[in-house]
T-cell receptor, first 117, second 112 residues
């Protein structure tokens, strides 16, 4: 079956511009996560959705970052006034549920590589 | 907060060599521990996991044992293949279960 998909795979933008990154989770997965992976680092948690609501947005670095999931499926990560330090690979992941003993089985997408010039 | 420290790479090995990647963690309570792998050109995928002390996770010839006394979860494989060339990430999920904390990753290259 289809895995988690993300579009675009690459995005190049200029400092100060607005970008949107899209994530299509696995069908039926109620939990959706965004992570950011900077060069040479492991992924860092940004935000977690359970259904349509953001259950935990503690990882968003500042108020330029925002994410939505209006119908409980597709999610969009939005970054305003981009800065060079936002350059990274943005990973989306989904799981069937989030509350599973021992942690849910999480499936990651291929990521969107964002480059801010 | 929760954190993971893993051995820095890159690691270069010959085929059939023994591989160990060290991983230690800091967490409150009883985290679950994971190894994820990222093959060239592919997304992150779960390699193995262990959810409680002394559990051993295993998959594709890789093993890791959850050692609470040393707060470690070292990854091992007895005989690596060229196809094992990848970046390996140690990770944990803490008391909230859903949030993964990752190490920085270790790049492994296996030469024929």
């Amino acid at each position: 079956g289809a895995g988690v998909s993300q579009t675009p795979s690459n995005k190049v933008t200029e400092k100060g511009k607005y970008v949107e990154l899209r994530c299509d989770p696995i069908s039926g997965h109620t939990a959706l996560y965004w992570y950011r992976q900077s060069l040479g680092q492991g992924p860092e948690f940004l935000i977690y959705f359970q259904g349509t609501g953001a259950a935990d947005d503690s990882g968003l670095p500042n108020d330029r970052f925002f994410a939505v999931r209006p119908e409980g499926s597709v999610s969009t990560l939005k970054i305003q006034r981009t800065e060079r330090g936002d350059s990274a690979v943005y990973l989306c992941a989904s799981s069937l549920t989030s509350r599973t003993s021992g942690g849910p089985r999480v499936f990651f997408g291929p990521g969107t590589r964002l480059t801010v010039l | 907060g929760d954190s993971v420290t893993q051995m820095e790479g890159p690691v270069t090995l010959s085929e059939e060599a023994f591989l160990t990647i060290n991983c230690t963690y800091t967490a409150t309570g009883y985290p679950s521990l994971f190894w994820y792998v990222q093959y060239p050109g592919e997304g992150l995928q779960l390699l193995l996991k262990a959810t409680k002390a002394d559990d051993k996770g295993s998959n594709k010839g890789f093993e890791a044992t959850y050692r609470k006394e040393t707060t470690s979860f070292h990854l091992e494989k007895g005989s690596v293949q060229v196809s094992d060339s990848a970046v390996y990430f140690c990770a944990l999920s803490g008391s909230n279960d859903y949030k993964l904390s990752f190490g920085a990753g270790t790049t492994v290259t296996v030469r024929a």
